[in-house]
T-cell receptor, first 114, second 114 residues
């Protein structure tokens, strides 16, 4: 079975600073990888996804993520954080022949200092 | 186009009661998945329905059940409620034709069991 680990429960960065959120997955084949963001009181919004091709994926709101098979990682990055990026971020993995079932990591709560 | 809608948004029930939650997917989407979100366990997959058939099921007791109608709307039911069932229940819809499909989440139903 697949699993996802997000090692950082909380991260605080200053506005304008760069950001990297870590995600490690466990899955035997090429995974389907997703990053979602959840603002307080809201559902999840997809930032980006990877399932094949170029290992550097561009998403919405200026986010990008890089799939590294050798490290089983799919870290999320943003060069300059805005106060509105404060939210909880979830990495998720899907699997072959598993329909649209996703396994989520525990999430990373991002706080942005002015 | 309209997003995923969930009703009701908030529910308060007492132990032993049962509850039914509803999810209306984006028009044209045939897959609906349900997730439970709690502070302790995070986001956990409950089940997925595609074209009125349960395609995947998570590791939850039989008290949790669901169904999907011919118009793709879905309901989930929890019988004999326990305190631990208090959670945010999220549904997500997608086309359902590929594991790489983007899933669109609704705002969730907040269930409180007293």
């Amino acid at each position: 079975a697949q699993s996802v680990t997000q090692p950082d429960i909380h991260i605080t960065v200053s506005e304008g600073a760069s950001l990297e959120l870590r995600c490690n997955y466990s899955y035997g084949a090429t995974p389907y990888l997703f990053w979602y963001v959840q603002s307080p009181g809201q559902g999840l919004q997809l930032l980006l996804k990877y399932f094949s091709g170029d290992t550097l994926v561009q998403g919405i709101k200026g986010f990008e993520a890089e799939f590294k098979r050798s490290q089983s990682s799919f870290n999320l990055r943003k060069p300059s954080v805005h106060w509105s990026d404060a939210a909880e971020y979830f990495c998720a993995v899907g699997a072959n022949n598993a329909g649209n079932m996703l396994t989520f990591g525990g999430g990373t709560r991002l706080m942005v200092k002015p | 186009k309209a997003g995923v809608t969930q009703t009701p948004r908030y529910l308060i029930k007492t132990r032993g009661q049962q509850v039914t939650l509803s999810c209306s997917p984006i028009s044209g989407h045939r897959s609906v998945s349900w997730y439970q979100q709690t502070p302790g366990q995070g986001l956990q997959f409950l089940f997925e329905y595609f074209s009125e058939t349960q395609r995947n099921k998570g590791n939850f007791p039989g008290r949790f059940s669901g169904r999907q109608f011919s118009n793709s709307r879905s309901e989930m039911n929890v019988s004999t409620l326990e305190l631990g069932d208090s959670a945010l229940y999220l549904c997500a819809s997608s086309k359902g034709t590929s594991e790489a499909d983007t899933q669109y989440f609704g705002p969730g139903t907040r269930l409180t069991v007293l």
